[in-house]
């Protein structure tokens, strides 16, 4: 949302998207720019710019390779896709090739702009250091946008607007919600939970739905009749068996 913190919205973008080079399982894939924050793009470009691709074993790198020549292929097909269907590259991170690693499964931090819900890059997840990033002019379109694919597991909003925050987690229909927390994967006393395409069955695993699953129930039906009520004086001695 506009009304955000910019920079820590931005560092906390950047973070999700390209850390681990977008390969963790809840790495973000897709933003939306509500309104005017749109106007952000740049900065964001700016700060993905700063981000070292180096090998993994390297310290001093942000993110390393991708993990198999396939899933950078991949990656960079998808890529490809996404400008051949007209969305723009505002930064691209392919043919990165870090000194010393040059043969190494690289792709740097590239983000794709002006994309719509119908291309191939938002329709299938890169999983890697690439972020697709569409518009909606208002809250409202964000969520239906949001609600209208066919998965839902993770998804966040950033906002400094309480009322924004309170009706995107009213209304917004997937599994895992953050408030200006990137990547809102939940503590383990607290199910994971998930929406449409995004679960399978209807128990999710840990949290109250795992103590539900591993519970087996018992029902009881009883009957007490009042006239049954024991009229006898109470006895004050200690009850023993006859
Ligand atoms: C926001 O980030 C920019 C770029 O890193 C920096 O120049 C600016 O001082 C930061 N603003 C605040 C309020 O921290
Ligand atoms: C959500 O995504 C995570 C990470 O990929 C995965 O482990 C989990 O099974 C998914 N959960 C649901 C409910 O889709």
Avoid at 53 to 60: K, M, T
Wanted: with cysteine.
């Amino acid at each position: 949302m506009p009304d955000a913190n910019k920079n820590y919205t931005l560092n906390q973008l950047a973070g999700a998207a390209f850390g681990a080079a977008g390969q963790r399982c809840m790495a973000l894939s897709t933003v939306v720019f509500v309104g005017e924050s749109k106007k952000w793009l740049p900065e964001l470009v700016e700060r993905a710019k700063q981000l070292k691709v180096s090998s993994g074993f390297d310290e001093s790198a942000d993110l390393g390779p991708m993990i198999t020549p396939a899933a950078l292929k991949r990656a960079e097909d998808l890529i490809q896709s996404g400008v051949d269907e007209g969305a723009t590259l505002l930064l691209d991170g392919r043919g990165i090739k870090p000194k010393g690693f040059e043969q190494g499964n690289f792709l740097g931090p590239t983000i794709l702009t002006g994309v719509k819900t119908h291309m191939r890059c938002y329709k299938e997840e890169i999983f890697g250091p690439a972020l697709v990033c569409l518009e909606a002019d208002t809250l409202d379109e964000a969520i239906e946008l949001v609600n209208a694919n066919i998965y839902g597991n993770g998804t966040a909003i950033f906002t400094n607007s309480g009322s924004a925050a309170r009706k995107f987690q009213d209304e917004i229909d997937v599994g895992q919600v953050g408030i200006n927390v990137p990547i809102p994967v939940p503590l383990p006393m607290f199910s994971f939970t998930g929406s449409r395409g995004s679960i399978q069955g209807d128990l999710n695993f840990y949290g109250k739905t795992g103590v539900q699953f591993y519970t087996s129930t018992k029902t009881v039906t009883a009957l007490w009749r009042s006239e049954d009520v024991s009229t006898a004086e109470a006895s004050v001695n200690m009850p023993t068996i006859r």
